[in-house]
């Protein structure tokens, strides 16, 4: 019974998606498949120089994270990627990338294809801050998708967070998040501040991640 439930709601939360979402006309394709229009340098802000071909974007090793020109509040994200194969690699080294939500908050994206590692930094986690639910990734070199709805924490004057925010995780078809909350940045974005409108930031951590098909329906 908690099977067929967990199948169930996993159809539910996809299927609300994409009515709600990924039709609507107010949808943003973040990349149009051609070139790096409206993308940036996360660290210099200057034009993006990863690699474009075929209608995906990929990551050159060495040349830094690259991310959106427009800034975001809260939104529902569509994203495909690609991990290479990169078997002489183990854990957090073997296809490793990163959708950062709002430049601050890394949905993780790792070859967890048989590769063990820490449970709140596989593939589908909120890095370090939420583990998902269940593994749902595929071997490596297939094109694999994240339906993601996102709310950001609110702040007072203050700046103190008075209300969390809250994420949720389709990955290739499966809720592995479900409304999880949190109140700061992952990683070495937790000190960023917070409470203001921020990019989508795609991560160089050394792999030849592909991403395609990027689009955001704001809030």
Aim: proline content about 6%.
């Amino acid at each position: 019974m908690a099977q067929g439930w967990n199948v169930f709601r996993s159809f539910f939360f996809s299927v609300l998606f994409f009515q709600t979402c990924a039709f609507c006309s107010s949808s943003i394709p973040l990349f149009n498949g051609k070139d790096l229009r409206g993308w940036v340098s996360a660290k210099s802000k200057a034009a993006a120089q990863w690699k474009v071909e075929n209608d995906f974007i990929e990551v050159v090793p060495g040349l830094g994270d690259i991310q959106t020109v427009e800034e975001f509040e809260d939104f529902d994200l569509h994203a495909e990627f690609w991990i290479p194969y990169l078997p002489e690699r183990t854990g957090q080294d073997r296809g490793n990338s990163g959708i950062f939500l709002q430049g601050r908050y890394e949905i993780q994206i790792l070859d967890s294809w048989n590769n063990p590692t820490y449970p709140d930094g596989v593939c589908a986690s909120l890095y370090k801050l939420i583990a998902p639910l269940a593994n749902m990734a595929l071997p490596p070199e297939n094109w694999q998708n994240y339906d993601i709805s996102f709310r950001a924490p609110r702040l007072d004057e203050a700046g103190k967070v008075i209300e969390k925010g809250e994420v949720s995780v389709v990955h290739n078809g499966q809720l592995t998040i479900e409304r999880g909350l949190f109140e700061r940045g992952t990683g070495s974005a937790a000190k960023m501040k917070q409470g203001v409108p921020g990019p989508i930031r795609l991560q160089d951590h050394g792999s030849a991640v592909r991403f395609r098909n990027l689009i955001l329906s704001p809030r």
